[in-house]
């Protein structure tokens, strides 16, 4: 089975801390995302990458980067966090051949205070 | 711009009894594939089922059937024989072929004995 493993599950940092979130999938994917889940708001995407090195913008980058120096690793970093970046954020993994199936991450629950 | 829009915020059902969640969507695509996730409290989001655009037949997976409106662009989810299981939020979602997934705002559903 895919995995895809985001390997800090809750955190809680301080505004102005730099953060960074993991995401690691095991199956050789070329595509990967990051998205943010909200109440109300489903899940919205933040960056997603086709490639090591390649990245664009999803619908709310505003705030965020990300590095892809490994085709398994995917991360998400929050330059100078703050408080309405507390929320949920979602890793997920594709390719675009076979079943084309979507696999995602449990989940980091991030507060900032 | 391609959104996807669930307008039930929240849905009942009782135990063994049927209940269908809406889904619209807009896009000037032909060719694209609709999902429905299904997101427990453990927050793992769980593919229920899935349709390819160009397949005019609806999908069916065990008690989860889809009603594929193309034309109207509609895309709904029924469940019969709601279990208890079921309870869960559930997100309608689509996506270009080597694009990216765009979700709804979700739709609570309770399951009551």
């Known amino acids: 089975d895919v995995k895809v493993t985001q390997s800090s599950r809750y955190l809680v940092k301080r505004t102005g801390e730099k953060v960074f979130l993991e995401c690691v999938q095991d199956?050789?994917?070329?595509?990967m995302f990051w998205y943010r889940q909200d109440p109300g708001l489903g899940l919205r995407l933040i960056y997603f990458s086709y490639d090591v090195k390649m990245k664009e913008k999803g619908d709310i980058p505003e705030g965020y980067s990300v590095s892809r120096e490994k085709k398994e690793r995917f991360s998400l970093i929050l330059e100078s966090a703050s408080t309405n970046q507390t929320s949920m954020y979602l890793c997920a993994s594709h390719t675009p051949h076979g079943r084309n199936t979507i696999y995602f991450g449990e989940g980091s629950w991030l507060t900032v205070v | 711009a391609q959104t996807v829009t669930q307008s039930q915020p929240e849905m009942s059902v009782q135990e063994a009894e049927t209940v269908t969640l809406s889904c619209t969507y807009d896009t000037s695509e032909s060719d694209y594939y609709l999902f429905w996730y299904k997101q427990p409290p453990s927050r793992q989001m769980i593919l229920v089922i899935r349709q390819e655009a160009y397949k005019q037949q609806n999908a069916t997976e065990n008690r989860f059937s889809v009603n594929f409106q193309k034309a109207a662009k509609s895309f709904s989810l029924k469940i019969s024989d709601s279990q208890l299981g079921d309870a869960a939020m559930y997100f309608c979602a689509y996506r270009v072929q080597g694009g990216k997934l765009i979700f709804g705002q979700g739709t609570e559903l309770s399951v009551k004995p």
């Open positions: 199956m050789d994917h070329e595509n």
